[in-house]
Nanobody
Framework: QVQLVESGGGSVQSGDSLTLSCISSSRSFLSYGMAWFRQAPGKEREFVAAITGNGRITSYDDSVKGRFTISRDNAKNTLFLQMNNLKPEDSAIYYC?????????????????WGQGTQVTVSA
């Protein structure tokens, strides 16, 4: 069982930046593909970004490309999401996800482990 704990959410204004963190309890953090998802009220959980275990390959939803950066520090079992130029439509609960297979970690229905989420609110 892998536990994921997110932090770093908050209330900001449009154009501001935030960095989310997710700490994993896994002893083999390097073996897991990691991802960020988000869910706004009344909407389905949607993919934001993913990264391979070694950090060499990343992918992003088109809505965040050029503004968000996913990264990881395998020595600290930590995943990050740097969010720049935030917009009101980025407001949501952001979830950290982990799966041994990178091809699965970007699909909400197939992700093996989830964090509890952290709220991000962006005001205009």
């Amino acid at each position: 069982q892998v536990q994921l704990v997110e932090s770093g959410g908050g209330s900001v204004q449009s154009g501001d930046s935030l960095t989310l963190s997710c700490i994993s309890s896994s002893r083999s953090f390097l073996s897991y593909g990691m991802a960020w998802f988000r869910q706004a009220p009344g909407k389905e959980r949607e993919f934001v970004a993913a990264i391979t275990g070694n950090g060499r390959i990343t992918s992003y939803d088109d809505s965040v490309k050029g503004r968000f950066t996913i990264s990881r520090d395998n020595a600290k079992n930590t995943l990050f999401l740097q969010m720049n130029n935030l917009k009101p439509e980025d407001s949501a609960i952001y979830y950290c996800a982990a799966d041994p297979a990178y091809v699965r970690v970007s699909v909400a229905a197939s992700v093996q482990y989830w964090g509890q989420g952290t709220q991000v609110t962006v005001s205009a």
